[in-house]
């Protein structure tokens, strides 16, 4: 028998005075009441009751039990009020995991207006590309660029990711523009190396997917990094048009190949499996989806620059 359920029988009857009176308030029978207060009763090895034909009288150690058996009810159900409250509003400490760049170009300024809707949830973000496991390091959620392949985790696509191969203008007058994959080979490229095979760059093209080795002067694990470094004219990049998108649209960066497109991959929010979603996890959710897709902000203008160039 569950000690709480026992010791909730316990109090019942002690606040009815009576084993019937108990019974109707529990939706039990009080053979089910006196059954339940006599396997406490064996399993404690003391008489809690003195039962007459009249009433019913706590022992010595009856008074004791009781006292402590309220303060525990007490808090079990303050425990679960506490818990109710948080299901039903979004409130409490929200602790997430995004990548760098995107945490910090997009999330970040995300995050301000979530607040304002919902002041009473305190948001720990951590931003980095290492890739967490979300219930060992105890986060909510995780923001993850990439073909999901862990099905322990439920996931809600947020926002497509496409990747673009751009260049600065004065690069691409000094060194000429490349038409096809293979041109890439007499290009300096610029490469991402948080990624297994990094310096193979891979395409989609008109007769089937294309893959080219390339080399360069700079690789680094961080999109920024090398965005700013393609600014700077150092060579060709490959980039998510969450980082390059402005400057694609401002013209400090230049798309190429778009004939050959880069791929494509999601933005989800990942989070573990749960029978109850909380309110914090599911609003703070909702919020991202609505803020950025399903055609995200950060890709609009670019359909026809990058049509433009194909």
């Not at 990548?99 to 995300?110: D, E, I, T």
């Not at 004065?170 to 096809?180: C, H, I, V």
């Not at 969450?242 to 190429?256: S, Y």
């Not at 933005?267 to 599911?282: D, E, G, M, Q, T």
């Amino acid at each position: 028998m569950p000690r709480l359920d026992a010791m909730e029988v316990f109090a019942e009857v002690v606040e009815a005075e009576s084993f019937s009176g108990a019974a109707r308030a529990l939706g039990i029978s009080k053979s089910a009441v006196s059954k339940q207060i006599g396997r406490l009763e064996d399993r404690l090895g003391v008489r809690l009751l003195n039962r007459t034909t009249r009433r019913l009288s706590l022992t010595e150690a009856g008074a004791g039990y009781y006292e402590a058996s309220r303060r525990v009810l007490d808090e079990a159900l303050a425990a679960e009020t506490a818990v109710s409250s948080l299901a039903a509003a979004p409130r409490g400490l929200l602790k997430l995991n995004a990548p760098m760049s995107f945490g910090f170009l997009h999330l970040a300024k995300a995050i301000p207006a979530f607040h304002a809707r919902h002041p009473q949830i305190v948001i720990d973000a951590a931003m980095n590309d290492r890739f967490v496991d979300l219930v060992e390091e105890g986060y909510d959620l995780a923001i993850r660029i990439s073909e999901l392949r862990d099905s322990s985790l439920i996931a809600r696509r947020l926002a497509p990711s496409r990747t673009v191969l751009c260049a600065s203008p004065d690069y691409l007058a000094r060194r000429g523009e490349p038409r096809q994959p293979q041109d890439l080979k007499d290009h300096d490229c610029l490469i991402y190396s948080a990624i297994d095979l990094p310096q193979e760059w891979r395409f989609a093209g008109p007769n089937g997917p294309v893959r080219v080795k390339v080399k360069g002067p700079f690789q680094a694990n961080n999109g920024d990094a090398l965005c700013s470094a393609a600014m700077a004219g150092m060579g060709i990049v490959r980039l998510p048009t969450f980082i390059a998108g402005e400057h694609l649209v401002a013209g400090r960066l230049v798309p190429v190949m778009c004939g050959f497109p880069a791929g494509e991959q999601g933005i989800y929010a990942v989070y573990p499996h749960s029978r109850n979603l909380s309110a914090k996890v599911r609003a703070f959710v909702d919020f991202l989806a609505e803020r950025f897709g399903p055609e995200p902000y950060w890709d609009r203008g670019l359909e026809a620059l990058l049509t433009a160039q194909a």
